[in-house]
Every structure is written in structure tokens, then in C-alpha cells.
């Protein structure tokens, strides 16, 4: 069964602490996205990778960190340095030869207090 | 900056009505478009996506493409009550990213 895996789906940390999302796929994607939904709001893209050992900042990076060592993961770590880290976390993953539409995993819902 | 804009809604449509959806973006470079669902605490889900002008039908949903207006629409013909969720707009620009709107809340009145 094919799929994007979000782990864990709630997350709850105090402040201060760094904390990391994880997101897996078995679609054989090559590119793989992390955005950030708050309340009422789109989505906004933190980070986005188009290959092994390689990403980029989007629109938000400031506070998170990611690593692309294997095609499969791209988990995301939310840093300390992040002023309001309470959100919805979204993965999602695409086929760059099939024309980018993309698959979002379940989401992980991260409160800090 | 490029922007893809949604009215918030709620939209709000009688049981088997057809509910028309909007989304205009800025960027005419844009290429691909995109139309997600997102349930209320769930994740978005793909339901349509169209890359040239005109329409495509895929069941009770048609997707409407006008490059030149820059606008693209969604229309859900037979609205049920379990169509009311809220509706994401997304465009590809020409790079690898997709511009997501803030979404458009559909309500599928019983």
C-alpha cells in the first residue's frame, strides 16, 4: 500500500525544547515538501527537497532545520529559534515526471507550551 | 510576491445544487493548477488537476481553466453534504513549488 507516513500525529513539547517531525514515503517520489497550516490559513512551504542530499528554504525556514539523506525520509525539526512553532505540519511528496501534483501525508499537529 | 487568491466562504449551497468555486493567481507563468479537499483537523486531498484552458470533467467535478483572466474554478455538480469541507486552490509556478490559497469553506445545506 502506497502511502506518505506522518509520525508521530500529535505532538505536544514545552518551549524551549527542539523537536523533530517525521515523514516517509513508499511512492518512490523524488521531491518532498514540508508546510506549516495554522487556524483558518493556507498552506505555507517551510522546506522542499528535488533530490537526495539536497533542499531548500521556502517561504518560512526561519526555526526549522530538515535533512534529505534518503529518497523514502525528510523529516523536519523545529527548532527553539522558532517564535510560534504551534501548528498543523504537513508532508507532502511528488513525481517530478508526472507533472507535480502532490500527495500530502496525515499531518502532525504540534502544541507547545 | 505571487499570489493565488480564494474568498474564504463560507459558501454556502443547497443539497444538489451546484456549488462554483473561484481562485484567481498572479503569476502568468504559471502552468499547472491544482484543487485539493481538506476536511476540517484532516489533511488535503487531491481532486482535480487541469493544465490547459478549457474544462476537464472527472465525475461530479469540473475544473475550468481561462489562462488569459488568469482565474481558475471548480464546479461540484449534485453537492452532498459530505462535500462540505474546505477547498484549496494551488497553482505550479515555474519552478518546483505549488502557491497554495487560504482555501475557499464550502457548506452543503441538507
Known amino acids: 500500500d502506497g502511502g506518505i507516513t506522518q509520525s508521530p500525529k500529535y505532538l505536544f513539547r514545552k518551549e524551549g525544547q527542539n523537536v523533530t517531525l517525521s515523514c516517509e514515503q513508499n511512492?518512490?517520489?523524488?521531491?518532498m515538501y514540508w508546510y506549516r497550516q495554522d487556524p483558518g490559513q493556507g498552506l505555507r512551504l517551510i522546506y522542499y527537497?528535488?533530490?537526495?542530499?539536497?533542499?531548500q528554504k521556502g517561504d518560512i525556514a526561519e526555526g526549522y532545520s530538515v535533512s534529505r539523506e534518503k529518497k523514502e525520509s525528510f523529516p523536519l525539526t523545529v527548532t527553539s529559534a522558532q517564535k510560534n512553532p504551534t501548528a498543523f505540519y504537513l508532508c507532502?511528496?511528488?513525481?517530478?515526471?508526472?507533472?507535480?501534483?502532490?500527495?500530502f501525508g496525515p499531518g502532525t499537529r504540534l502544541t507547545v507550551t | 510576491q505571487k499570489e493565488v487568491e480564494q474568498n474564504s466562504g463560507p459558501l454556502s449551497v443547497p443539497e444538489g445544487a451546484i456549488a462554483s468555486l473561484n481562485c484567481t493567481y498572479s503569476?502568468?507563468?504559471?502552468?499547472?493548477f491544482f484543487w485539493y479537499r481538506q476536511y476540517s483537523g484532516k489533511s488535503p486531498e487531491l481532486i482535480m488537476f487541469?493544465?490547459?484552458?478549457g474544462d476537464k470533467e472527472d465525475g461530479r467535478f469540473t475544473a475550468q481553466l481561462n489562462k488569459a483572466s488568469q482565474y481558475v474554478s471548480l464546479l461540484i455538480r449534485d453537492s452532498q453534504p459530505s462535500d462540505s469541507a474546505t477547498y484549496l486552490c494551488?497553482?505550479?509556478?515555474?519552478?518546483?513549488?505549488?502557491?497554495f490559497g487560504s482555501g475557499t469553506r464550502l457548506l452543503v445545506r441538507p
Open positions: 527537497s528535488q533530490i537526495v542530499n539536497d533542499f
Open positions: 503569476d502568468r507563468g504559471s502552468q499547472s
Open positions: 487541469i493544465y490547459s484552458n
Open positions: 507532502a511528496s511528488t513525481n517530478r515526471d508526472r507533472g507535480y501534483e502532490q500527495y
Open positions: 494551488a497553482v505550479k509556478d515555474s519552478s518546483y513549488k505549488l502557491i
Open positions: 511512492l518512490n517520489h523524488d521531491a
